[in-house]
């Protein structure tokens, strides 16, 4: 198990951007799959992105494909999910997730990860 903290959210215009961060701490962090979901107000919540345990494969909501970009650093225990271009719907509270037993079939399903930190406010103005 490990335990997840994000921070970097903020205001923001429309078409700026923001990084987020998420600090994460336990040993078991370099062997879990690590990802962002976010939930706006009154909705469920949704998948962001996703990154496996070695960084060779990263998986993308359609919405934000190309805008939006996942990585991590191991030695540091980091996770980073980079937004550019971003508007008024990508306002929502911004979680980080983890866990071990993540496959390519469930990597978009929140259900499926053991490990969320208590999320971080995005606002972006229109």
């Known amino acids: 198990q490990v335990q997840l903290v994000e921070s970097g959210g903020g205001l923001v215009q429309t078409g700026g951007s923001l990084r987020l961060s998420c600090a994460a701490s336990g040993r078991s962090f370099s062997t879990y799959a690590m990802a962002w979901f976010r939930q706006a107000g009154g909705e469920e919540r949704e998948f962001v992105a996703a990154i496996n345990w070695s960084a060779d494969s990263t998986w993308y909501a359609d919405s934000v494909k190309g805008r939006f970009f996942i990585s991590r650093d191991n030695a540091r225990n980091m996770v980073y999910l980079e937004m550019n271009s971003l508007k008024p719907e990508d306002t929502a509270v911004y979680y980080c997730?983890?866990?071990?037993?993540?496959?390519?079939?469930?990597?978009?399903?929140?259900?499926?990860?053991?490990?969320w930190g208590p999320g971080t406010q995005v606002t972006v103005s229109s």
């Open positions: 997730a983890g866990d071990g037993a993540i496959t390519t079939d469930i990597v978009a399903i929140a259900g499926e990860y053991e490990d």
